[in-house]
């Protein structure tokens, strides 16, 4: 059975740092791109940031450009989100999506549409309160 599970949440301070953790099983990431996502109390789901499988790309949203890193490691079959000088606006169920990749160092063009990806986390819960 192929899964998805994100790690690492939790409640950090504003300025605080959180890295999430989004592990494979059931099969290999190693031709996947995996995106990352966000859904905050009564919003839509947003793309936050994805990688290719090769790690030679990512993206990421404006809002995060700067705080947040995205990497992988594709011997442990798993994604990292490095999410620094958090903010309260960043409060909001994360989750890992991955989509087979064209070539390893594709992207989607529209990476932030959740109809390219396939297979989805149940997401991790970051809240970033003082």
């Known amino acids: 059975q192929l899964q998805l599970v994100e790690s690492g949440g939790g409640l950090v301070q504003p300025g605080g740092s959180l890295r999430l953790a989004c592990a494979a099983s059931g099969f290999s990431l190693d031709y996947y791109v995996i995106g990352w996502f966000r859904q905050a109390p009564g919003k839509e789901r947003e793309g936050v940031s994805c990688i290719s499988s090769s790690a030679s790309k990512t993206a990421y949203i404006e809002s995060v450009k700067g705080r947040f890193t995205v990497s992988r490691d594709n011997a442990k079959n798993t994604v990292y989100l490095q999410m620094n000088s958090l903010k309260p606006e960043d409060t909001a169920v994360y989750y890992c999506?991955?989509?087979?990749?064209?070539?390893?160092?594709?992207?989607?063009?529209?990476?932030?549409?959740?109809?390219?990806?396939?297979?989805w986390g149940n997401g991790t819960l970051v809240t970033v309160s003082s």
């Open positions: 999506a991955a989509t087979r990749g064209l070539t390893i160092n594709w992207l989607p063009w529209n990476w932030r549409s959740m109809g390219n990806w396939h297979y």
